[in-house]
């Protein structure tokens, strides 16, 4: 089971300050949070991919990057990367880059985005998206696992001997997650790749995610790659939590009230009630936590927005410390109880590479052992 944090990257005032931060200092503050993550423990970072204020990643590679230098061991992801409006040859590019910087500690979230006018500002029509993301998907596979490839298809010029480098490191392209919030599409087509599922589910109650999860599940096991409940499911999550519950709730509120992303709505219970968002103690966070697995099965990674709003980076670090001090060892501890035996890890480089190996290696051998057909066996001409 894998904990990390992953950042929308929003620029937003403090509503008990009035400061708004800099975009300077949220790019830094993704690296000092990327760093804590690593300092206590946890396993992921991940940013968000945004082209309009108030959000600042426009370029998680370059942020991802300069992390990998200053970190040694957490994965670097993304929270979204946009398959629609990128060009697959530019992600299949700049993520193989990224793979070789990172000596492998690279995974991507594919999505659709948070905002309809990004189609347009990159030449692309929103009411395609989803057909874009499948095709856009397909040609970015091949050009991952095919060293030349000749490719027409309905939303890009044709590709004709095109290779793309630099080539995957050791051959194996970076794994791959499915983000989708809304979109049964979404889950089919993580499932006929074998790929990984990342249902974000942060803003609806967990009926919605149920059935896109039980969608990926199922067909997970369709097409050949598992039983359903091997397939990789992540999960999204929030909290906000001090020692005292009911700090954690004063302090929180204001930040919740004036945010963007779901101020001005429901109000924070009615909220908690409804999403996975937990604002409370360390055991709370512990115990609502643990229950996700109740509705989604056993999964494989989850991720908590915590950087939002507002808070500032002082706050947001004090969480982190909370959090690998207080919850960390107690949720590792308890997702590891009852978990059978053949539900996988979230698929790491060195993994992928041992078993592409091995898919050779017996590949090899049955071609060896393959007779041969009188016809074609030259010697007798």
Known sequence: MEFGVFSVGDLTVD?????????????????????????????????????????????????????????????????????TTNDPVKIAEDYATLQHL???????????????PVYPWFGKDIRTGIPLAIENYALLRR????????WEGQFRTPLRDFTSTPRPLDGVPPFVWHGSIRSPEIAHQAAFYGDGFFANNIFWPKEHYQ??????????????????????????????MRKNSQDAVNEFRPYFDKAPVYGHGPSMEDFMNQT?????????VIDRTL??????????????????????????????DLFGELVLPALREEFAKGR??????????????????????????????????????EDRW
């Open 15 to 83: 509503p008990t300050t009035g400061i708004m931060p800099t975009e300077h200092e949220r790019i830094k503050a993704h690296v000092a949070i990327a760093k804590k993550v690593e300092e206590i423990g946890m396993d992921v970072f991940a940013t968000g991919e945004h082209h309009n204020p108030p959000f600042f990643p426009s370029s998680p590679t370059t942020t991802l990057g300069y992390i990998a230098a200053v970190t040694e061991r957490i994965t670097l992801s993304t929270a979204t990367t946009l398959i």
């Open 102 to 116: 990172a000596d492998g500690r690279v995974d991507l979230v594919m999505g659709r985005g948070n905002t309809g």
């Open 143 to 150: 050009l991952w696992t095919e060293d030349v490839v000749d």
């Open 340 to 377: 059978p035996a053949d539900v996988s890890e979230t698929p790491k480089h060195a993994t992928r590479l041992e078993a592409a190996r091995a898919a050779t290696a017996v590949a090899e051998a049955q071609a060896a052992e393959a007779p041969v057909d009188p016809a074609l066996d």
């Open 291 to 320: 229950s996700f697995r109740e509705w989604a099965g056993d999964y494989q990674r989850q991720l908590f927005l915590i950087d939002h709003a507002g808070l500032p980076l002082k706050t947001v670090l004090e969480q982190l």
């Open 276 to 284: 996975p968002l937990i604002v409370g103690s360390p055991q709370q």
């Open 211 to 240: 059935r896109l999860i039980a969608i990926y599940r199922e067909r997970y096991e369709h097409y050949g790659h598992g039983k359903a409940h091997q397939a990789i499911v992540g999960l999204g999550g929030q909290f906000f």
